[in-house]
């Protein structure tokens, strides 16, 4: 069983940064893609960015540029600077793991909330 849990969330004003941090439990090896995705009231759930084991980043035209993905394996953590962040950016941003093995799974944090004032 793997456990996430989120940590860095808050209110912030239009221009700041905020750095989002999410720490696994359990096993999450070999392979893996670990992501951050948020959902705003009313909206679908969207993926902000993603990183696999190897380092291959993606991420949302939205915060390219703004937002930046990294990961520590040896502490199995993923980590999200969000920088010059908007009003659309609030939302509740949730970690999540795809554990990329026959008997992986996908799994999520329990969520944290980002409010950008504007």
């Known amino acids: 069983q793997v456990t996430l849990l989120e940590s860095g969330g808050g209110l912030v004003p239009a221009g700041g940064s905020l750095s989002l941090s999410c720490a696994a439990s359990?096993?999450?090896?070999?392979?893996?893609?670990m992501a951050w995705y948020r959902q705003a009231p009313g909206k679908q759930r969207e993926l902000v960015a993603s990183?696999?084991?190897?380092?291959?980043?993606k991420y949302a035209d939205s915060v390219k540029g703004r937002c930046t993905i990294s990961r520590d394996n040896t502490k199995k953590t993923v980590s999200l600077q969000m920088n010059s962040l908007k009003p659309e950016d609030t939302a509740v941003y949730s970690c999540?793991?795809?554990?990329?093995?026959?008997?992986?799974?996908?799994?999520w944090g329990q969520g944290t909330q980002v409010t950008v004032a504007s």
């Open positions: 359990g096993s999450i090896f070999p392979r893996n893609t």
């Open positions: 999540n793991i795809n554990i990329l093995s026959p008997d992986g799974g996908e799994y």
């Open positions: 990183i696999s084991s190897f380092g291959t980043t």
